[in-house]
């Protein structure tokens, strides 16, 4: 009882008393006692050292006025000292505010992979519209930081959290297929069941191959355990192309494609005959095994620059 008693005095003590004001030119901010003259903090709020601060540092400060006086005086530095406050809070919730905005216009570059650069062209783009539709907000719009650096710091912090939050959810997982890096995530080995790979023989290999390493890695853990092996069930199209036999198509196109890009003197005399010809593409792509959807980009161009590839091997004397 004693001690609490105690407490409750201690308690007491150190409520802010209103007569501080105008004696001491002190005001309460968060439970500290605030010098109304030089906005400096006392440790523990208390008379004794309020008193202290004001004799130490203000002592002759208002000796000539009234006690009248001195209430004015305190509640007009006690009204600036609370708009400075104020001031400050709308300076920082605008300053998060940008931050926000940066960060908003961050994801949307990075989900759809466009250069960091544009940053700055889409606040220059944010800059005239704001002129046309509120150009007394055109300053805070200003404020939104944009530039590439920003922009890199910003989706590297963005990455960081969500590999964090993907991280946080892993031990919930019931079953894995693998989709991305198995290490860098912690996944455990002992729960994944299928792998879908894209055909290339660095992936596929018997020996030495991704799928052949996560087969000895699995059984490592579960010697019981197989794993399922999916090739590109995601996408029809190389599904037709295994099933298939398009050879007598892809083999001539890529040699004539192969004619015209693997010399530089064809490749520029191709280009140039397009540009005469005004024509709407500036070349043909090349075909790459590995990355099997190529073959379909390089067969629609083709096609559809078929006068211009016969009027150049014309030119050239081939069949």
Not at 54 to 64: E, I, L, M, R, V
Not at 292 to 312: A, Q, Y
């Amino acid at each position: 009882m004693e001690f609490r008693k105690k407490r409750k005095i201690d308690s007491e003590r150190r409520a802010f008393n209103n007569n501080w004001m105008p004696k001491y030119f002190f005001t309460e901010i968060d439970n500290k006692g605030v010098c109304l003259l030089c906005n400096q903090s006392v440790a523990v709020l208390k008379e004794y050292n309020i008193s202290c601060h004001y004799a130490t540092k203000h002592g002759h400060y208002g000796n000539n006025l009234s006690a009248a006086e001195r209430q004015t005086r305190a509640t007009e530095l006690d009204r600036k000292l609370a708009r400075q406050q104020n001031a400050l809070v709308k300076s920082t919730l605008a300053q998060k505010s940008s931050t926000h905005a940066s960060f908003m216009v961050a994801y949307h570059i990075a989900k759809h992979s466009k250069l960091f650069s544009g940053g700055e062209i889409n606040k220059k783009c944010m800059l005239d519209v704001a002129d046309q539709v509120c150009p007394e907000k055109r300053r805070k719009f200003e404020e939104v930081s944009l530039s590439r650096r920003t922009l890199a710091r910003l989706i590297e912090t963005i990455g960081e959290n969500l590999t964090s939050q993907l991280k946080g959810l892993v031990p919930s997982f019931q079953l894995v297929s693998l989709a991305v890096a198995f290490r860098t995530m912690e996944l455990p080995w002992q729960k994944m069941v299928s792998v879908t790979t894209d055909g290339c023989p660095s992936l596929t290999g018997k020996n030495v191959g991704l799928l052949r390493r996560l087969s000895d890695r699995v059984a490592e853990v579960d010697c019981t355990r197989k794993l399922i092996f999916l090739h590109c069930i995601i996408h029809q199209e190389v599904l037709c192309k295994n099933v298939l036999d398009m050879r007598h198509v892809v083999d001539p196109v890529v040699k004539i494609v192969n004619f015209i890009r693997a010399r530089g003197l064809n490749h520029r005399q191709f280009t140039k005959l397009l540009e005469d010809c005004d024509s709407d593409h500036s070349g043909v792509p090349y075909h790459t095994a590995v990355r099997w959807l190529s073959v379909g980009k390089v067969l629609r161009r083709v096609w559809d620059l078929k006068t211009e590839i016969l009027l150049f091997l014309e030119i050239k004397g081939k069949d």
